[in-house]
Nanobody, 117 residues
């Protein structure tokens, strides 16, 4: 049974930093990519950052230069370092793990990030 456990969310002032972690367990397949998505109230879930098995990274334009995604392959853990946070970064952040087929897509429970102005 695959489980993704996220941690690190919270309340921070604009300009501050947070580091999110997501530990995956029960993984019995090859991971193609791990990533972070977010969903703000009244908006659709959007990709924030993704890192492939080959460590290629990709970011949403809105977070480039401020967020950094990294991964500890041995621990099946993905991190999101968020700096220079803005109020518009406020959302629930979800961890995502993907295998080679759509059926092998898993989500964490989400962690709230709130940035006050």
């Amino acid at each position: 049974q695959v489980q993704l456990v996220e941690s690190g969310g919270g309340l921070v002032q604009a300009g501050g930093s947070l580091r999110l972690s997501c530990a995956a367990s029960g993984i019995m397949f090859s991971i193609v990519a791990m990533g972070w998505y977010r969903q703000a109230p009244g908006k659709q879930r959007e990709l924030v950052a993704v890192i492939s098995s080959g460590s290629t990274t990709s970011y949403a334009d809105s977070v480039k230069g401020r967020f950094t995604i990294s991964r500890d392959t041995a621990k099946n853990t993905v991190y999101l370092q968020m700096n220079s946070l803005k109020p518009e970064d406020t959302a629930v952040y979800y961890c995502n793990v993907r295998g080679y087929t759509p059926a092998l897509t898993y989500w964490g429970q989400g962690t709230q990030v709130t940035v006050s102005s």
